[in-house]
């Protein structure tokens, strides 16, 4: 392999030593943990070749990106990655904390069985007759690298301030140098079939970057965390023991003395720039790949090691069993997809597989997370039922399980420490712990058993069929399956002055709005047998305008919540995974606008795709470099261009009549838009 960092001086790590097990795991078999056989539509490559892996990781990472639905966030190279590939929405990782995750991510195994609960511990010690990714990735053909934070190792605490806007540039901070080795290394190995993995440390503390990244959040768009303290009737053993980290920054106050609200948005404005910064090395990785026309045979994943608190619940960092500490940012790229988001629950886990199986290389029976293709081939399914991690405080394990609708957590051994329960379709942001509330005695019964049977047990529920039918309210037309027939029975509803069928009106208000067909969308896929998983819900390309018509309402009454949130994904699903007959520029929306506007447009075939702006004089005003694009419909908020309003020097740009053009391949065209002001 060739790695990381010797005496502060990077270089890059092959892996090229064998240990005795690698020599005996060749009789590799399929294992349960793995039941799809489908195809991706539109692979290009034959069966004798193999796709290259980029593996990007992530340190302290939470999905607090312009692509995860936070406007105010600057990630435009991370959100080209999502409008490419598959965004996973409900992405946990199996230990809150860099270590435990990262061998669990590396290994394909659970913190249960790797025994790495600390920083401390090296999975190469406690399991070391386990095959790595790097290494079966090597006994399979690979030439396997690593560039930077991939396995963990400790950062050094500075004693100075939390944060600082640097007068220096990229490559002088360790993330800058870490994407140029990439990209050297890129050219060294495009005639190679390599798996690279490449850990980039922001935004990790302190939160570090140069001052023009900075420069994108002044003033400060961020607000209050929605809830800054513990839910109500938590235990006190949830309390995060990590989240007084004065003791290594001296401008963060030490003992119980709470950081300050303007502290607290001085933090999430730093961590934001240091995401930015990030992000940008993430687009120098990028266009190398383009640019080295790797992007059309290389699966890439991308994704953090856990979440991260920026004072929510009034704790900071990791190292919690809360939302906002175990959920991760994770996409899959593979050439020839459709782009699409998910709300399948994912573990990271679950990376050692998939990529296995995307590749066409065996999945090892020992690994303990699922194959996610099946969910890239269709976004509406889902392979498992829960998601679980884990923690271990105090000398004391314990363990949360997720589902689509609850998260339920014991502390200690069968809850010893205290237990909690909260149902995200009333709580979403876990103001208050209900394991106690004797109308919910039932749920949390079924829930820690579930957590103590384990994650086989989640996988298996997932491919049992009921044969128990029971009604659904969001399947307008009674035919047994929400699909976009009910979509269309509602809208033709829409401020009609006649009568209109009761079961039209989903949300039971008198009306029938865009409201109900939310609320049907959220549910897209859905059976009316009991334990069925979800089925494939798709529309022919001729209805894409009107579904896009359908989320141009829905984008503009947007509350944030989960079912707006998931009835939005859905709608953007059905249209993301048409492939279109043509290459076409679509209308920009809004329009006229101020200041920001979307550039939607529809891929024919897989191409490098650039945007450019021009004012009336027919000069150019900024280029949109979009990079190489698979073939697909790039019309919705996730998957359009997205233009600020701003020109290539950053300043905004006067009312006015402005054109964009849209280049990919030999098609081009031309459109006309307004910004006024």
């Not at 100075?160 to 901070?173: E, F, M, N, Q, R």
């Not at 290459?583 to 891929?603: A, K």
Request: net charge negative; glycine share 6%; aromatic share 10%.
């Amino acid at each position: 392999m060739k790695n990381l960092r010797s005496n502060n001086q990077h270089k890059y790590q092959r892996i090229d030593s064998f240990t005795r097990r690698d020599f005996l795991s060749t009789g590799f078999k399929v294992g349960a943990a793995t039941f799809t056989t489908g195809l991706l539509p539109y692979l290009s490559l034959g069966a004798a070749e193999k796709y290259n892996v980029l593996f990007i990781v992530v340190d302290d990472l939470r999905p607090m990106l312009r692509c995860y639905g936070v406007p105010e966030m600057k990630t435009p190279n991370i959100d080209k990655l999502a409008a490419r590939g598959t965004q996973f929405n409900r992405a946990y990782c199996q230990y809150p904390l860099c270590n435990p995750s990262r061998a669990s991510i590396l290994t394909g195994l659970r913190p249960e069985t790797t025994k790495v609960n600390n920083n401390s511990l090296d999975y190469k010690h406690t399991i070391p007759d386990a095959v790595d990714i790097y290494q079966h990735f090597m006994n399979n053909g690979y030439q396997t690298y690593t560039i930077g934070k991939v396995k963990h190792y400790p950062n050094p605490s500075s004693g100075g301030p939390s944060w600082k806007a640097l007068d220096v540039s990229d490559d002088d901070l360790t993330d800058g140098m870490t994407a140029r080795e990439t990209v050297d290394l890129l050219s060294e190995i495009k005639d190679q079939t390599f798996f690279l993995a490449v850990g980039l440390d922001k935004p990790h503390l302190p939160f570090n970057a140069p001052v023009k990244y900075f420069d994108l959040y002044n003033p400060n768009p961020f607000s209050l965390p929605t809830t800054m303290n513990y839910p109500s009737n938590s235990p006190s053993f949830a309390e995060n023991n990590l989240d007084t980290f004065g003791r290594f920054f001296s401008d963060i106050p030490s003992g119980d003395t709470q950081i300050s609200q303007d502290k607290t948005l001085e933090l999430i404005q730093a961590y934001a720039a240091s995401t930015s910064y990030m992000d940008a090395q993430v687009g120098r990785i990028m266009t190398q790949l383009d640019t080295l026309g790797l992007s059309e045979n290389t699966v890439i994943v991308f994704c953090g090691d856990h979440g991260f608190h920026l004072g929510e619940h009034g704790t900071w960092r990791k190292n919690t069993l809360y939302e906002i500490s175990v959920r991760s940012p994770m996409i899959i790229c593979v050439p020839g997809q459709m782009p699409c988001q998910t709300n399948s629950l994912s573990e990271l886990v679950d990376i050692y597989p998939t990529l296995c199986d995307l590749c066409n290389i065996p999945i090892l029976s020992e690994l303990e997370g699922v194959s996610l293709k099946s969910v890239i081939e269709d976004p509406t399914i889902s392979v498992k039922s829960a998601a679980f991690s884990n923690l271990t405080r105090a000398g004391a394990k314990s363990g949360s399980i997720r589902t689509n609708r609850y998260r339920y957590t014991e502390w200690g051994r069968i809850g010893k420490f205290g237990r909690e329960l909260y149902d995200y379709h009333t709580d979403p942001h876990e103001t208050v712990n209900i394991v106690d509330l004797p109308e919910n005695a039932e749920i949390v019964e079924e829930l820690s058993e579930r957590l103590h049977t384990g994650w086989k047990e989640a996988i298996s529920n997932t491919i049992e069929h009921s044969p128990i039918l029971h009604l659904l309210p969001w399947d307008v037309n009674n035919d047994g399956i929400v699909d976009f027939e009910d979509l269309r029975i509602v809208s033709d509803s829409f401020g009609s002055d006649t009568p209109v069928p009761v079961k039209n009106d989903v949300n039971k208000d008198g009306r029938v709005d865009i409201l109900d067909l939310l609320l049907i969308a959220s549910h897209l896929g859905e059976s009316c047998y009991s334990s069925a998983p979800k089925s494939n819900a798709s529309i022919s390309h001729q209805h894409s305008d009107t579904v896009l018509q359908w989320l141009l309402k829905a984008y503009q009454l947007d509350d944030g919540s989960d079912i707006f949130r998931d009835g939005i994904a859905n709608l953007e699903n059905l249209i993301n995974i048409q492939r279109p007959p043509n290459t076409t520029l679509l209308p920009n929306y809004p329009n006229p606008f101020n200041p920001e506007t979307w550039i939607p447009y529809d891929l024919s075939q897989d191409s490098m795709v650039k945007i450019q702006i021009y004012n009336q004089k027919g000069q150019s005003v900024r280029i949109l470099d979009l990079g190489f694009q698979n073939a697909g419909t790039y019309r919705t908020k996730h998957q359009a261009a997205f233009w600020d309003g701003r020109n290539s020097y950053g300043e905004l740009v006067a009312s006015g009549t402005y054109y964009y053009s849209l280049t990919a391949r030999e098609y081009n065209s031309i459109r006309k838009m307004v910004i006024q002001k």
